[in-house]
């Protein structure tokens, strides 16, 4: 079945640092690709997606392209900022099923320090 | 604001207690989730209804219980909970239950069962 493995948290940088947050998954079909974002106590946000290989997805500095050869989606920020601290979830849908089975990582907690 | 409006916040239940989940949208959307969010695991999909109609129900306990009497409401009914159904429940909408279209998630409750 479908499965999203993102880096074990949690992530700790300093302000101003390049973040990279890992992203890999397994699907039978085509899927969508997502990045969720949960600040302290809302609910996900959608951050970013990408529907198609090679497509780039973007939003607030973050981006991360679908790379359908090594089946990756890894999350890229050049400067943090203390605002980023939160919880981060890679998803992905697959085109087979639609959101019925939209599969999430186990989320990956950065915490960005002044 | 998502959009998307959860009631209770927190909720701490004993375990023969009967409580309900609410959840409300008025972004118009035809489909509706509820996902259960516990620490270090994946985000749980529980059941997702499309139009009003029940798609989806991922092997869940029957004492949850959910129910959609219309478009923009979604509750989910609790009864004879256990301790380890203590986790953060989440409500989300989406225009429909596509693969590429994206979820607007509500803030949770908190759920506590004592």
């Known amino acids: 079945g479908d499965s999203v493995t993102q880096m074990e948290g949690p992530v700790t940088l300093s302000e101003e640092a390049f973040l990279t947050i890992n992203c890999t998954y397994t699907a039978t079909g085509y899927p969508s690709l997502f990045w969720y974002v949960q600040y302290p106590g809302e609910g996900l946000q959608l951050l970013l997606k990408a529907t198609k290989a090679d497509d780039k997805g973007s939003n607030k500095g973050f981006e991360a392209t679908y790379r359908k050869e090594t089946t990756s989606f890894h999350l890229e920020k050049g400067s943090v900022q203390v605002s980023d601290s939160a919880v981060y979830f890679c998803?992905?849908?697959?085109?087979?099923?639609?959101?019925?089975?939209?599969?999430f990582g186990t989320g990956t907690r950065l915490t960005i320090i002044p | 604001e998502t959009g998307v409006t959860q009631t209770p916040r927190h909720l701490v239940m004993g375990m023969t207690n009967k409580k309900s989940l609410k959840c409300e949208q008025h972004?118009?959307?035809?489909?509706m989730y509820w996902y259960k969010q516990s620490a270090k695991k994946p985000l749980e999909l529980m059941f997702v209804?499309?139009?009003?109609?029940?798609?989806e129900n991922n092997s869940v306990p029957s004492r949850f219980s959910p129910e959609c009497p219309n478009s923009s409401h979604l509750f989910l009914h609790l009864h004879t909970l256990q301790p380890e159904d203590s986790a953060l429940y989440l409500c989300?909408?989406?225009?429909?239950?596509?693969?590429?279209?994206?979820?607007?998630f509500g803030n949770g409750t908190r759920l506590t069962v004592t």
């Open positions: 972004l118009g959307h035809n489909a």
């Open positions: 998803a992905l849908s697959d085109l087979s099923f639609g959101n019925e089975k939209l599969t």
């Open positions: 209804y499309s139009l009003e109609e029940r798609v």
């Open positions: 989300a909408s989406s225009p429909q239950s596509s693969y590429n279209s994206p979820l607007h």
